[in-house]
C-alpha cells in the first residue's frame, strides 16, 4: 500500500468517525435512544458526571482487553491501534455534543425526524469508516473475537452482542434511575434501521477502492453477457416448486440435447471457491426459512470489512461459476438464481415448474419417504425458503410469469409430456444459438 493510498484511507476513516460522533449526538438530542453499541455509554453518563465520549472511551477499552484475551497469540497487534481509534472517537463525540447542544426538540414527529437523520448520518460514517479498511472499530472487532473462537457466523452473534449491550443498558438504568431512562424505541430502530442503510451505501461506495489506488473508475457492463452480434450457448435453466419433478425434467432435457446437467456440482464449487463448511453451504442452498432472521443477520455484516456474510459469499461464488457456464458452454442449470443471474444473456432459456400441492405432496411422499403428517409442513418451508432466498438475491419475486420464458404445470401434462414441451419450445430458441 503506498503512501498516498494510506493517507486517503484514514482521512476517509476520520471523515468517517466524525460523522459517526455527529450520529451519536443528533439521536442523544432527539431523546427517542441510542443505538445500541452507544446505549450503555449514554445510559452511564445521565447518571454520573463523565461523558458520554469517556465512558464510550472505556467501553471500547473493555472490549479490545477481551479481544486480547480471547485471541492471545491470534491476536494482531496492528488492532491496538483500536485504543488510538476509541480516543479519537470520544473525542469527537464530547466535541460534536457541545456543538449541537444548541438543538432542543420536544415534538414526537420532529424528534422522530431528527432521530432518523442521526440514524442516516451515522450509517454514513460507519459505511466510509468501512470502506477505509484501516482498523475495525472495537465494538466490531470483539464480535469478530467471539466468532474466530467460537467458530460461529458473524451476523448472528453480531445480533446477541446488540441485544446483550441493550439488555445492560436496561439493567444500568433502572439501578440508577429505577426507570428506563436513554433507551427507548429510537434504540430498537436503529437496531433495524442502520445497518440496512450501511449496506445500502456500501454498495454505493464500492467505487472508492480504485479512488484509494489512484486506479481509473470502471463500469462493469457484463459486455460478454450483453454482446448480441455473435453466437452463443444455449443455456436452460429451470426454477421449479418442491416436489413439482423438476430436476428429473431438467436431466432429461440436458440428456436429450446432450449438454451438461448441473445442479450440486454449482454447490461444489461454491465450497471450492469460499472454503465454507459443504455442510453449511448444504443447509443454506437456495433457501432461507425465516426472512427477518436473515435480514438482520445479514446488515450486521455491514460494519466490517474482514467479515463476510457466508450466505453472501456463496451466492457470489455460484453467481461467478453460472457466468462462467453461460460463456463457455450450452447446458441446463437447475436453479441457484440461475434465471436472474442470466436474465441478461441472450442464450438463456428460462423456465419455471409448477404443480398442485395434492400432487406435489404425493410425489414427495413416494420420493423421499416423508412421513404423512409432515407432508404439507415440510413442501410448504421448502417453497417460502426457495421464495425468501429469490427474494433476497434476485430481487424479485419467485414464479413470477414475466420472468421466465415459459411456465407449465407438471402436474397438468405429466413429466414426460412436460419435458417434450419445454423441448419444443426450446427449439424456437435455438436460431442463434450454438450447442
Known sequence: MSIYETVKRYLVFILGLFLMAIGVTLSTRSNLGMSPISCVPYVLSLGFSMTIGQFTFLMNLVFIIFQICLLR???????????????????FTDFTMGLFSWITVTNYPAQVGLFVLSCLILALGVSMEVTANVVMMAGEGVVSAIAIVTKKEFGKLKIAFDVTLVICGFIFSFILFHRLNGIREGTVLAALLVGT?????????SFMEAVFKGEPITVNTNEALMNAEKLHPLVVTISREYGSGGRDIGQKIADDLGVSF???QVLKTAVQETGINEELIRENDQAIPNLLLNQLSAQEYAFSKQEKSPLDTIYEAEKKY???????????????C?????ADF????????HADKTSRMKRIQYEYGIPEKDIEETLQKKDRARETYYLIYAKRKWGRIKNYDLTINSAVFGLEKTTQLIEEAIEAKKGRLVI
Open 262 to 264: 448441473y445442479d450440486t
Open 338 to 342: 440461475s434465471d436472474s443471474i442470466l
Open 197 to 205: 442503510i450501511v449496506r445500502l451505501i456500501n454498495k454505493r461506495l
Open 346 to 353: 441472450p442464450g438463456s432459456f428460462n423456465v419455471f415448474i
Open 322 to 336: 453460472i457466468i462462467k457456464l453461460a460463456n463457455t458452454e450450452s447446458c441446463v442449470i437447475m436453479g441457484h
Open 73 to 91: 497469540k491470534q491476536y494482531k497487534w496492528i488492532q491496538l491501534l483500536q485504543v488510538v481509534v476509541a480516543i479519537v472517537f470520544a473525542y
